[in-house]
């Protein structure tokens, strides 16, 4: 079996895309048209939401799919909807593997504990629910890590370095020697023997830290979240984030792409902003000369 780094970069050279879509379903959020059709359908054992949920997250990968490398549900907005939100994140991945057969799937659960509860966790997210990847917290230390990696090829993504306001209260104190913690981390999962299944999650709002986690982890994913809606420079993300031929970064847009309009047209309009990504990160590869290798015709 590859790891998860040979089917990113797989993922990648399929739909020349590093661009990544975070699934966070809210059905307040949610087009107006998408809730009266699913008020209006009557489908045995599924809730209104339940319904909702399924047939907007089936429109946005039928419209996205050859655009994007990877679809990445977060699944505190699923748990939010109960054993219904569950059933609709079951139906999203069998959709996705249907409709979207080279993109990775990361659930972003950011799980994080000691012991046989890891073993637990990294059960329910590769062998039950068949992700491609999680995303971790590493925050109780080390020895919540190192069990994932003993989980066959699935992807582990280390919660490195925040994209929200506050994540330098804890991730950028110094250490020993004047060492900020994220770095830390970073270069104490450099020295982790992963076989190609360890990543890193690197805010997009933080640049200057992306550059310094790519230069410890020259050869790993990195996810890097906050481009649209939380601000995050594109062209830097690019520059900072990927490795020395222009891949191994995943840059996710989940409002920005997802809710890019209210109308009937969501899902029109979620395939020109998730091309319009593509289009600005393949712009800076180029600026770079690690752009793509044309496709045969």
């Not at 699935?154 to 994209?163: D, N, T």
């Not at 191994?248 to 319009?276: C, Q, W």
Request: proline share 4%.
């Amino acid at each position: 079996m590859t790891s998860f780094s040979e089917r990113l970069l797989a993922a990648s050279e399929a739909t020349q895309s590093l661009v990544c879509v975070g699934l966070d379903v809210n059905p307040a959020l949610m087009p107006a048209s998408v809730l009266r059709q699913a008020q209006d359908e009557r489908i045995t054992g599924r809730t209104q939401d339940e319904r909702a949920v399924v047939e907007f997250n089936r429109a946005i990968v039928d419209a996205t799919g050859d655009l994007v490398c990877a679809y990445k549900p977060n699944i505190a907005f699923y748990e939010a909807l109960g054993i219904p939100g569950l059933r609709a994140l079951d139906a999203t991945v069998s959709h996705i593997r249907d409709a979207a057969p080279d993109a990775v799937i990361i659930i972003d659960a950011k799980r994080g504990d000691i012991g046989n509860t890891v073993e637990a966790y990294a059960t329910a997210m590769f062998e039950v629910w068949g992700f491609d990847a999680v995303t971790v917290n590493p925050w109780g230390g080390m020895d919540t890590i190192e069990p994932w990696l003993e989980r066959g090829n699935g992807g582990i993504i280390v919660w490195c370095r925040g994209s929200n306001p506050g994540a330098g209260d804890l991730q950028d104190l110094a250490v020993d020697g004047g060492e900020q913690v994220y770095m830390r981390l970073a270069r104490s999962l450099a020295n982790l023997s992963a076989g190609g299944n360890l990543g890193l999650v690197v805010g997009a709002t933080a640049p200057e830290q992306l550059a310094a986690v790519r230069r410890v982890c020259p050869d790993a994913p990195i996810l890097i979240p906050g481009v649209g809606a939380q601000g995050g420079d594109l062209e830097a993300s690019v520059q900072n984030g990927v490795d020395r031929h222009g891949r191994m970064a995943i840059i996710n847009s989940g409002r920005g792409i997802i809710y890019a309009s209210s109308g009937t047209d969501y899902a029109e309009a979620a395939r020109v902003a998730a091309s319009g990504l593509r289009d600005g990160i393949n712009d800076t590869l180029n600026s770079m000369g690690l752009g793509w290798r044309p496709t045969e015709k």
